[in-house]
């Protein structure tokens, strides 16, 4: 009797153990970033993901959110500008590396928006602690002449720069590196475009990303003209112990990852590689098209997929997949992606709320003990400019400066969108994670008057100051 009890207690704890829902990751469904969504990069870190891509203009933005989905609404918040006439402009492929404690940022940019091209250079920044969207101060110019999409990694217990650069043909270079920001050797060529799939359209290998697993080196790159459809990804493998030399790289004959017809999807290339938060799985980040006339623009949008391995240690891209397809997310994050923030001030840690959940406009904003109420509850929806308008979630009304008034003290409220650069706004980082809220038209920034920490203390635009009662924390809810 009491080994039969045993038995059927034993099924019904099973019973109840299949029956409970797992954790699971949100679902994911692409395009992870629609606006300036060309050169993606994205790093997992301290329970989130941190995404760059090409800007075309003078700042580099990052979102964050803790998942995949998330990033799609998460805010662009502006970590870097381009602080002299010689890397003003036109911000290219940017990437984050976590190197000996610091975040270290690499990107392209031009001299000037009339000849971007032919000064594009690559650029280094580090940060100031471990806080993957900085502050950031610059650090150094990794070379001397064009070249595009710097990455680096470290193979064989040594730090290496790869980048694409031109001689005669678009081509893949690397150099060594003494510290994150210092090379230690010149650039050598170790890929040219030679089959005809790298030919399409122009003779380009260019984007490098590294890819390493079970002690074997990979390097993905892009080919071909990325104007074109046909832009796709190739493997070179390391063979050989020299990484700076081209015979110690095997160019495999075929393309790893190229147009889809089928779903819908053209030119795909420039991706990075991350891993899920849980470490199980591998996952590419690329851009792409959504028509084979589209081209080498802003037009281009984020995907993600998951990957796998091939039983020879191979990475296995697979195929694009067509947006829209909904998938779970990858493994180990939470189970729902925040589509809402709350606005909380460094001085008080009171949040941002419109004052009474009015739906008038001109209704004012003001800031008042978190409670977790709609009214205090922010969509921070990109408006592909390097700003973005804050809706209300309880009205349905953004943020705006009253009258466009540049004056400091003018005050902020809530208005019926009207697409005027007084009711966009960017987000500069500070340091802590904090921001600074500043208006487009005006460029004065969001703060507490009087730096007051009681409920309803008018929220209003001043000159930024640096002082707490004008920073601001972004938090998903």
């Given at each position: ?6 038995t ?5 704890l ?12 949100a679902?994911?469904?692409n395009?992870?970033k ?21 800007s ?7 979102r964050?959110?803790?998942t995949?989905?998330g ?9 870097w500008t ?14 984050i590396?976590f ?5 270290y ?5 031009g ?19 471990s806080d993957?969207?900085g502050?950031?101060?610059y ?5 001397s002449?064009?070249m595009?999409?710097p990455?680096?990694?470290?193979v ?18 690397a ?8 090379l230690?050797?010149g650039?050598?060529t170790?890929?040219?475009?030679t089959?005809?799939?790298?030919k ?15 002690g ?6 892009s080919?071909?003209?990325c104007?074109t ?15 700076l030399s ?17 779903a ?28 084979a ?9 984020t995907?993600?997929q ?14 694009p ?7 779970g997310g990858p ?12 606005l ?10 419109v ?22 509850r922010?969509?921070?929806e990109?408006r592909?400019d390097?700003?973005s ?12 400066t009253?009258d466009?008034?540049a004056?400091?003290?003018?005050d ?7 697409d005027?650069?007084?009711?966009r ?21 969001a703060?507490v ?6 409920d ?15 920073q601001?924390k972004?938090?998903?809810?």
């Amino acid at each position: 009797m009491a080994r039969r009890l045993l038995t059927l207690l034993t099924a019904l704890l099973l019973a109840l153990a299949i029956g409970q829902p797992s954790a699971s990751a949100a679902t994911f469904t692409n395009p992870v970033k629609t606006q300036k969504g060309a050169d993606p990069w994205i790093s997992y870190y301290a329970g989130n993901y941190y995404m760059v891509t090409t800007s075309w203009t003078s700042a580099i933005t990052m979102r964050r959110s803790a998942t995949l989905a998330g990033l799609a609404t998460a805010p662009s918040v502006q970590v870097w500008t381009g602080d002299a006439a010689s890397r003003c402009c036109n911000i290219w492929a940017p990437e984050i590396h976590f190197l000996n404690g610091r975040w270290y940022l690499y990107y392209v940019a031009g001299q000037n928006i009339a000849d971007y091209n032919a000064t594009q250079r690559t650029h280094v920044l580090e940060s100031a602690g471990s806080d993957p969207t900085g502050p950031y101060t610059y650090k150094n110019q990794l070379n001397s002449a064009w070249m595009l999409d710097p990455t680096v990694a470290t193979v064989n217990g040594q730090l290496y720069l790869f980048g694409s650069a031109s001689g005669g043909t678009q081509n893949l270079v690397a150099a060594r590196m003494s510290n994150p920001y210092t090379l230690a050797t010149g650039f050598s060529t170790i890929s040219t475009p030679t089959n005809s799939w790298e030919k399409s359209g122009g003779s380009v290998n260019e984007g490098p990303e590294i890819l390493q697993r079970g002690g074997k080196t990979f390097l993905i790159y892009s080919a071909s003209g990325c104007w074109t459809p046909d832009y796709k990804l190739g493997q070179l493998t390391l063979t050989g112990s020299d990484p700076l030399s081209a015979s110690s790289w095997t160019k495999k004959s075929t393309p790893v990852f190229q147009r889809n017809d089928s779903a819908g999807v053209y030119g795909p290339g420039h991706n990075g590689f991350f891993t899920s938060p849980d470490g199980t799985e591998n996952w590419i980040v690329y851009h792409a098209n959504d028509s084979a006339s589209d081209g080498c623009d802003n037009g281009r949008t984020t995907r993600a997929q998951k990957f796998t391995w091939n039983a020879d240690g191979t990475p296995n891209l697979g195929t694009p997949v067509a947006l829209g397809s909904s998938t779970g997310g990858p493994s180990g994050e939470p189970s729902a992606a925040s589509t809402t923030y709350t606005l909380t001030n460094r001085n008080s840690a009171k949040c941002l709320e419109v004052a009474g959940g009015s739906t008038a406009d001109g209704a004012d904003v003001q800031q008042f003990t978190c409670n977790g109420g709609t009214r205090q509850r922010w969509r921070i929806e990109d408006r592909g400019d390097d700003t973005s308008r804050l809706v209300n979630v309880a009205t349905g009304k953004v943020l705006d400066t009253a009258d466009c008034s540049a004056a400091d003290g003018a005050d902020l409220r809530q208005w019926t969108w009207l697409d005027n650069a007084c009711q966009r706004f960017r987000f500069l980082v500070t340091d802590g994670g904090y921001v600074r809220v500043v208006n487009q038209s005006t460029g004065k920034v969001a703060e507490v008057a009087n730096c007051s920490p009681a409920d309803a203390a008018d929220v209003r635009q001043w000159t930024w100051l640096n002082n707490t009662c004008q920073q601001w924390k972004l938090n998903p809810v």
